[in-house]
């Protein structure tokens, strides 16, 4: 077994040798499926998640939407944003199988909901449900903030309208709440192993703003240590902003070259607003 | 159609990241597949003060301070490499040579690589703690490098490759790209990087490579006085010396593999527990496992296979018929084994003819009687978990050493007896012996292998001449882990700066005043032994118009100056407790603090944190409340200065009258917990006299027991009580506290046996009080001390109180058995005791006076504090014990007296005597009443003794005894210690 997290301090290296302020590789893809309307696929180091959006779509007859959309919208004439998440059995080491009515999978869709909620303009679909389906195939840390960043993807794909990204990732502390460390160092992107052994929180921002989307924390922290906790996950969320624009861009300037799209429209109307 | 199937090359990071797969089995027996990613870079410096490149690039921490650069531009040379060199030694190099590593005459500027930390830590983890002090310590310069996270030095898993041949190369490879780096750096001289390892076929391999490397004996041979570093190299690893055995050769039973047991032990079949030897039989253990009642016997060598004590072993229950009562006989290894040859033990199989003999005997007696009910079960060991080795103190056995060796250097194995009489002989091979002969020696333990009988270790230092005063203290201060080190400068950096000036500060606008009561002008004062310099504790009482009385514990506030997480506080945290022995004291805390500042000496302010009760003259608490103080102290008495002033009716100040308060009161008290069921709990104690001048011990006296001694001691219980409900209060789930266990029925069954067949009295132990009561009525008229005899005894039987976190276990075993209360901490000794420091914290947070520091409320954290303060006090215990004994022995020399004393343990061939006197007990064996040896009958049912022959007596338990007290020097061991001889039975 590797080293533990302890083993910061002795060359500011961490479990898997990146330095304090370093992301994992994101690797992500858009339009993975042909028949969603809008699909996305997302790696961050070992967690991996993929995402389908349908809607926005009237009530009438149920469609087959593995949410548990269909109803009449949400309230105040706005859309209902309807997440569901699925977390494969084999996504984790213990294979723990996590029911349809686990706790922690019911809050994870409640967060990621009202995360999206904030960005896509809702109010243009009164009465309509969009519904996000999330599946985890693997987990390694950070599971909320790829959940988020798979999730903004495949609205974007899907074409909803919306104010900007919403991106998420983690942040931490090198050194755990009772050894009080003065001198700890703050942490990006946090795998596995890092969220087992030591303080973590993970935000969400919108778009390239300071504006903070998401802010979940559930660990003890000191209360010190927390700013420049928030301060790295925050340059950290843009810098997910930046890859997940490019994949976009990318995938726009394919389907204008494959002809998926009409020539006279610009990659520049591309653009998400 | 998408697919979401991505190219490899499609990702320019791609040849940089990688992914390890580690294979583990959990404690249910899965097996689980992790994948990790790696991150492969450029940017890990190689820390050689001589590269520039490397510094350019340093790394930084969030706030941008790069990392030191640790090896040095001008390491040393040695014969072999004059131009200077780095070490890079392999996983094997550390774990069998740790001690070498940190010698401050060698071993300079290593590299430690990551591959060989994790492998270290994976096998070992106190070593794997002792090479990371080694990495914060400055100036032996020890650099990790993390190997895995370099690209250049990341190697792939090749197929059909080894995990560990894998890890081999990556050593290899780490040291090929170190001397290709440092060979770019344009120095003068460049170092040469050296490979350190005890492994033949890596050795081999690195030289075809062209890389440096030699072995563990060749390096050190390359130093300068480097021979005496040799025998600090465990043989079994030295090549050339291992020899070749026959399978058939080997002496004890194979272990089981590690996952068989892990199934025996899920299924049942087997059982799991810490091994104890028995301090009479070297050939016997015990283990308690859940699954029986009592402990199961593990008798003779072939069944102990190997286990040493404290081991925590696997064992397997003998079928019924092998079923045994424990031993009624005394068997020293010393005396069996006394005649075997180091080094040609194998011959002459496992079990030798004289052991054979000792246990035949043993069996015959058991087989004559009628056993059933008494037979307990018996079991085997089948492999060993975990060890608990660590290094023990001992002296060379004078009859292993051959003639040739007492003068020639020539390398020589001789036995090594440890101090600890538990822990079996070790083998030792040693190129000095001559000069180790009578010595005190620090050895370890590294290999129990199938085909010998004894363990072999290797010598790690020596600590002085046998019996002188410097040796034995610090022999024993290493046997009971005591940390005696000076404090280091990080610690004494954190002292108040102004030093022994320091002062309660005069102005009450000072921040140091915040929230402190002004209780200068209360006629408090101090009680302790005599010559105490450490005062924790003072008191005072003063009448209230109602008719109630204002009584006041003050305590030392330590925790104003020992601030939380410090180095300090770390340091104190480590040591658990202060040291008391008879000549010495190992103090907790630095000098200035526990002497000056924090003692609450007389005439001067200081700074206390006091519990102040209003208590009604039958000592009734009407209320209390708990506030940080100054105050001043007007008097410190020694116990019998106030015992003398009390009882002096022509005293009549202030100071006296509140002392007689409070002696009414605490006699109240001590009623009630009396009625309450608390144990008046015995142990000999005894006091040594020093002559002031030489400090040499002229005279032993029992402690006498004064009333003013209980009076400091139920104030300090009432303290200690209501604080413990306070801050369980406060924090009902990380509250510091302190339990003692109801000892378990089974523990008295022989005692009360004993008192039913010798005496016709029962023990009764359904409770604390039933105990209590039962122990009042154990005397006899005609003699005095057998009711102290049975307290010493009946404590025996008790469990140790411990200290624990509140949320580890629920309200009702929070029980103090022995003082008989719900609920217990320990708050009045922060000078002395880290448990009490804890409290302190705790207790000011609870009347909020500060906030709750992060380390005093995590559960985790307080549990390990509890964990190793528990081991910290019982070992301080018993070394200020064995301090006492080493005294008593020396007080005695060349002495000898007639004393009294009482059986209180016998067997079929011995018995030991307890001399209340001297507060020692010694074992008198058969073959020392006379020669020959006179032949003996063992009444097990009555406890009787009676010899015939070369010398006719009659001795059963519990009886009054005369013996001669000398003390005498075995010549075979060159170990002085205290003998009886019997004289007569009363
Ligand atoms: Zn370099």
């Given at each position: 077994m590797p080293l533990d997290t302890s083993a910061y301090s002795l060359a500011l290296l961490r479990v898997d040798g990146r330095r304090w302020n370093e992301l994992r590789r994101v690797h992500a893809q858009i339009r993975t499926q042909a028949a969603a309307d809008g699909s996305s696929y997302l790696e961050m180091g070992h967690t991996k998640v993929m995402c389908v959006v349908n809607g926005p779509s009237e009530p009438g007859p149920r469609r087959g939407t593995a949410g548990g959309g269909g109803g009449g919208g949400g309230p105040g004439g706005v859309a209902e944003v309807a997440v569901s998440v699925v977390v494969a059995g084999f996504s984790s080491v213990d294979r723990k199988r996590r029911g349809r009515g686990d706790k922690r999978t019911l809050e994870l869709q409640t967060t990621i909901s009202n995360a999206l909620a904030a960005s896509l303009h809702t109010h243009l679909y009164p009465h309509s449900t969009i519904s996000i389906s999330l599946h985890v195939l693997s987990q390694d840390g950070s599971l909320l903030a790829a959940l988020i960043n798979a999730a903004t993807l495949a609205c974007v794909d899907a074409g909803i309208p919306m104010t900007d990204y919403v991106v998420a990732c983690t942040a931490g502390s090198t050194s755990t709440y009772a050894a009080n460390d003065e001198t700890a160092d703050p942490l990006l992107d946090l795998n596995h192993q890092e969220e087992q052994e030591l303080p973590s929180l993970t935000v969400a921002t919108l778009g390239e703003t300071d504006r903070v989307a998401v802010l979940v924390c559930e660990s003890r922290v000191q209360a010190s240590r927390l700013e420049g906790m928030l301060a790295v996950g925050v340059s950290g969320c843009h810098q997910v902003r930046e890859i997940l624009d490019q994949v976009v861009r990318d995938k726009g300037r394919h389907m204008i070259k494959e002809g998926t799209v009409e020539k006279g429209m610009g990659v520049e109307e591309m653009e998400v607003d | 159609?998408?697919?979401?199937?991505?190219?490899?090359?499609?990702?320019?990071?791609?040849?940089?990241?990688?992914?390890?797969?580690?294979?583990?089995?959990?404690?249910?027996?899965?097996?689980?597949?992790?994948?990790?990613?790696?991150?492969?870079?450029?940017?890990?410096?190689?820390?050689?003060?001589?590269?520039?490149?490397?510094?350019?690039?340093?790394?930084?921490?969030?706030?941008?301070?790069?990392?030191?650069?640790?090896?040095?531009?001008?390491?040393?040379?040695?014969?072999?490499?004059?131009?200077?060199?780095?070490?890079?030694?392999?996983?094997?190099?550390?774990?069998?040579?740790?001690?070498?590593?940190?010698?401050?005459?060698?071993?300079?500027?290593?590299?430690?690589?990551?591959?060989?930390?994790?492998?270290?830590?994976?096998?070992?983890?106190?070593?794997?703690?002792?090479?990371?002090?080694?990495?914060?310590?400055?100036?032996?310069?020890?650099?990790?490098?993390?190997?895995?996270?370099?690209?250049?030095?990341?190697?792939?898993?090749?197929?059909?490759?080894?995990?560990?041949?894998?890890?081999?190369?990556?050593?290899?490879?780490?040291?090929?790209?170190?001397?290709?780096?440092?060979?770019?750096?344009?120095?003068?001289?460049?170092?040469?990087?050296?490979?350190?390892?005890?492994?033949?076929?890596?050795?081999?391999?690195?030289?075809?490579?062209?890389?440096?490397?030699?072995?563990?004996?060749?390096?050190?041979?390359?130093?300068?006085?480097?021979?005496?570093?040799?025998?600090?190299?465990?043989?079994?690893?030295?090549?050339?010396?291992?020899?070749?055995?026959?399978?058939?050769?080997?002496?004890?039973?194979?272990?089981?593999?590690?996952?068989?047991?892990?199934?025996?032990?899920?299924?049942?079949?087997?059982?799991?527990?810490?091994?104890?030897?028995?301090?009479?039989?070297?050939?016997?253990?015990?283990?308690?496992?859940?699954?029986?009642?009592?402990?199961?016997?593990?008798?003779?060598?072939?069944?102990?296979?190997?286990?040493?004590?404290?081991?925590?072993?696997?064992?397997?229950?003998?079928?019924?018929?092998?079923?045994?009562?424990?031993?009624?006989?005394?068997?020293?290894?010393?005396?069996?084994?006394?005649?075997?040859?180091?080094?040609?033990?194998?011959?002459?199989?496992?079990?030798?003819?004289?052991?054979?003999?000792?246990?035949?005997?043993?069996?015959?007696?058991?087989?004559?009687?009628?056993?059933?009910?008494?037979?307990?079960?018996?079991?085997?060991?089948?492999?060993?978990?975990?060890?608990?080795?660590?290094?023990?103190?001992?002296?060379?056995?004078?009859?292993?050493?051959?003639?040739?060796?007492?003068?020639?250097?020539?390398?020589?194995?001789?036995?090594?007896?440890?101090?600890?009489?538990?822990?079996?002989?070790?083998?030792?091979?040693?190129?000095?012996?001559?000069?180790?002969?009578?010595?005190?020696?620090?050895?370890?333990?590294?290999?129990?292998?199938?085909?010998?009988?004894?363990?072999?270790?290797?010598?790690?230092?020596?600590?002085?001449?046998?019996?002188?005063?410097?040796?034995?203290?610090?022999?024993?201060?290493?046997?009971?882990?005591?940390?005696?080190?000076?404090?280091?400068?990080?610690?004494?950096?954190?002292?108040?700066?102004?030093?022994?000036?320091?002062?309660?500060?005069?102005?009450?606008?000072?921040?140091?005043?915040?929230?402190?009561?002004?209780?200068?002008?209360?006629?408090?004062?101090?009680?302790?032994?005599?010559?105490?310099?450490?005062?924790?504790?003072?008191?005072?009482?003063?009448?209230?118009?109602?008719?109630?009385?204002?009584?006041?514990?003050?305590?030392?506030?330590?925790?104003?100056?020992?601030?939380?997480?410090?180095?300090?506080?770390?340091?104190?945290?480590?040591?658990?407790?202060?040291?008391?022995?008879?000549?010495?004291?190992?103090?907790?805390?630095?000098?200035?603090?526990?002497?000056?500042?924090?003692?609450?000496?007389?005439?001067?302010?200081?700074?206390?944190?006091?519990?102040?009760?209003?208590?009604?003259?039958?000592?009734?608490?009407?209320?209390?409340?708990?506030?940080?103080?100054?105050?001043?102290?007007?008097?410190?008495?020694?116990?019998?200065?106030?015992?003398?002033?009390?009882?002096?009716?022509?005293?009549?100040?202030?100071?006296?009258?509140?002392?007689?308060?409070?002696?009414?009161?605490?006699?109240k008290l001590k009623q009630k917990r009396m009625d309450a069921g608390a144990l008046s709990l015995s142990s000999p104690e005894v006091k040594v006299q020093m002559e002031s001048e030489t400090s040499d011990p002229i005279d032993v006296k029992t402690k006498q027991h004064l009333d003013t001694m209980s009076l400091v001691e139920e104030f300090m219980l009432l303290a200690n009580v209501s604080v413990a409900r306070k801050i369980y209060e406060a924090f009902p789930q990380t509250a510091l506290l302190r339990r003692h266990g109801a000892p378990p029925k089974t523990n008295f069954d022989e005692l009360a046996n004993q008192l039913r067949v010798k005496k016709g009295l029962e023990l009764s132990v359904e409770s604390s009080r039933a105990l209590a009561d039962s122990l009042d009525t154990c005397v006899d008229p005609k003699e005095p001390f057998f009711n102290t005899l049975i307290r010493i005894m009946a404590t025996r039987c008790m469990m140790a109180a411990e200290y624990f976190c509140s949320g580890t276990q629920a309200y009702p075993e929070f029980r103090h058995y022995g003082l008989a209360s719900e609920i217990y901490t320990h708050f009045t000794s922060p000078i002395r005791r880290y448990a009490d420091l804890v409290a302190h914290r705790q207790l000011a947070a609870a009347i909020e006076y500060e906030a709750v520091h992060p380390s005093v409320r995590s559960r985790g954290r307080l549990e390990a504090v509890c964990k190793n303060i528990n081991v910290r006090h019982r070992n301080a215990q018993l070394a200020g014990r064995a301090s006492i004994a080493f005294y008593v022995g020396q007080a005695l020399r060349g002495k000898a007296t007639q004393e009294d004393g009482f059986i209180m343990k016998i067997f079929s061939n011995g018995f030991v005597v307890l001399v209340p006197r001297f507060g020692i007990e010694s074992l008198v064996r058969l073959r020392d009443l006379a020669e020959p040896e006179p032949t003996a009958e063992y009444d097990a049912e009555t406890y009787t003794l009676t010899t015939s022959g070369s010398r006719e007596i009659k001795v059963e338990l519990f009886q009054k005894v005369k013996v001669l007290v000398t003390d005498q020097k075995d010549e075979t061991t060159g170990k002085r210690g205290v003998k009886m001889e019997f004289v007569k039975a009363y």
């Open positions: - | 159609m998408a697919s979401i199937k991505r190219s490899l090359d499609s990702d320019p990071l791609q040849a940089s990241i990688s992914s390890k797969v580690y294979v583990r089995s959990t404690k249910s027996g899965k097996v689980q597949k992790i994948v990790r990613e790696v991150y492969l870079r450029q940017d890990i410096p190689c820390s050689s003060k001589l590269c520039r490149t490397c510094q350019k690039m340093a790394p930084t921490d969030s706030a941008g301070r790069p990392i030191p650069f640790v090896l040095s531009e001008a390491p040393a040379g040695t014969s072999v490499y004059p131009n200077g060199h780095y070490l890079v030694p392999d996983t094997n190099a550390f774990l069998s040579a740790m001690d070498l590593f940190e010698q401050s005459s060698a071993f300079y500027d290593v590299v430690v690589l990551q591959i060989v930390l994790e492998e270290l830590r994976n096998r070992s983890l106190p070593l794997y703690n002792r090479l990371i002090g080694l990495t914060k310590s400055e100036d032996k310069r020890f650099y990790v490098f993390f190997n895995e996270f370099r690209l250049e030095t990341y190697i792939n898993r090749l197929e059909g490759e080894s995990v560990n041949d894998r890890n081999d190369r990556a050593v290899r490879q780490a040291v090929a790209w170190y001397s290709e780096h440092l060979a770019r750096t344009s120095a003068g001289k460049v170092p040469t990087v050296v490979m350190l390892s005890n492994d033949r076929e890596n050795l081999k391999k690195a030289k075809k490579q062209g890389l440096a490397a030699c072995s563990l004996a060749e390096y050190v041979r390359q130093l300068k006085d480097g021979e005496h570093l040799l025998d600090m190299i465990p043989e079994t690893e030295d090549g050339d010396m291992i020899k070749e055995k026959k399978p058939n050769e080997f002496l004890y039973p194979e272990y089981f593999s590690m996952s068989k047991m892990m199934t025996g032990v899920k299924g049942g079949v087997l059982h799991q527990g810490t091994f104890n030897v028995s301090p009479y039989n070297y050939l016997e253990g015990s283990i308690r496992v859940p699954a029986f009642p009592k402990s199961l016997l593990i008798l003779g060598r072939e069944n102990i296979n190997r286990a040493v004590d404290g081991d925590l072993v696997v064992v397997e229950v003998l079928p019924k018929d092998q079923w045994k009562e424990p031993s009624t006989q005394v068997i020293e290894e010393e005396a069996v084994t006394k005649d075997e040859n180091p080094d040609t033990e194998e011959a002459g199989g496992l079990v030798t003819e004289r052991e054979r003999k000792a246990l035949q005997e043993e069996v015959k007696r058991t087989h004559s009687k009628t056993t059933e009910g008494h037979a307990q079960p018996t079991a085997k060991v089948v492999g060993v978990i975990k060890r608990n080795w660590r290094q023990y103190v001992g002296h060379i056995d004078q009859t292993s050493v051959s003639q040739s060796a007492q003068q020639g250097r020539k390398q020589d194995t001789v036995f090594v007896i440890p101090m600890d009489k538990k822990i079996p002989k070790i083998r030792l091979r040693t190129r000095q012996v001559a000069e180790l002969i009578g010595k005190r020696i620090l050895v370890t333990i590294d290999a129990w292998d199938r085909g010998s009988r004894h363990p072999t270790g290797h010598f790690v230092r020596s600590l002085g001449e046998l019996e002188t005063k410097a040796a034995e203290t610090e022999a024993l201060l290493l046997e009971y882990d005591v940390q005696y080190r000076p404090f280091p400068k990080t610690v004494l950096d954190c002292l108040p700066k102004e030093g022994h000036d320091w002062k309660v500060p005069a102005s009450m606008d000072d921040p140091g005043w915040r929230d402190r009561e002004d209780l200068r002008h209360l006629g408090i004062c101090s009680i302790d032994p005599i010559g105490c310099q450490d005062i924790d504790d003072a008191l005072h009482a003063r009448p209230l118009p109602s008719g109630n009385y204002e009584v006041g514990v003050h305590i030392a506030d330590v925790s104003h100056f020992v601030r939380p997480n410090n180095a300090m506080d770390m340091e104190a945290s480590i040591r658990g407790t202060t040291v008391y022995l008879v000549d010495k004291r190992i103090d907790m805390l630095p000098m200035l603090l526990g002497t000056d500042l924090c003692s609450l000496k007389p005439y001067v302010e200081r700074y206390a944190f006091s519990v102040l009760w209003e208590l009604t003259p039958d000592a009734d608490i009407v209320n209390m409340r708990f506030t940080k103080s100054v105050i001043k102290s007007r008097e410190a008495f020694s116990y019998e200065q106030a015992q003398l002033k009390v009882d002096d009716a022509s005293q009549q100040d202030d100071l006296i009258k509140s002392i007689r308060v409070l002696m009414a009161l605490s006699k």
